[in-house]
């Protein structure tokens, strides 16, 4: 499971369209509807994922609460995030220490070089 990507996205429409474009360019894909089901499945996943892309505003658990427990667990703390939001502006001082920052709608071509970046 080492090339797989774990897509956070609580719009269904974007979770798929991005799981569908990461698929076709040749990786696994696991996605959850909130950081909450994202803790679930890599405390249920034998393999860490390649890389993380997450939304933030998310109910249940946000984008930010999940990279905080994410970044306090020495299992998960070196998985590197994509941030893919539509209202950056409201958690700059939030994200500061993430890989990258991609503003909703994503670039699909720098969004996947990014994922082949971590993963290839």
């Known amino acids: 499971m080492a090339r797989a990507v774990l897509i956070v996205d609580d ?3 974007i979770r798929t369209a991005l799981a569908e474009l990461v698929e076709e360019s040749g990786f696994l894909v ?5 950081g ?5 499945l890599l405390e249920r996943s034998p393999e860490s994922p390649c890389v993380i892309l997450l939304d933030l505003m998310m109910p249940v658990m946000t984008g930010v609460d999940f990279l905080v427990r ?6 998960w703390r070196r998985i590197p995030v994509i941030v893919l939001s539509a209202y950056m502006h409201l958690w700059r001082d939030e994200v ?7 503003t909703k709608p994503v670039n699909p071509d ?8 971590y993963c290839g």
């Open 70 to 75: 994410q970044r306090t667990d020495a299992r």
């Open 30 to 34: 696991l996605t959850a509807r909130n």
């Open 11 to 13: 719009d269904e429409a």
């Open 36 to 40: 909450q089901e994202a803790l679930s």
């Open 96 to 102: 500061r220490d993430v890989e990258h920052v991609l």
């Open 110 to 117: 720098e969004l996947i070089k990014m994922v082949a970046h």
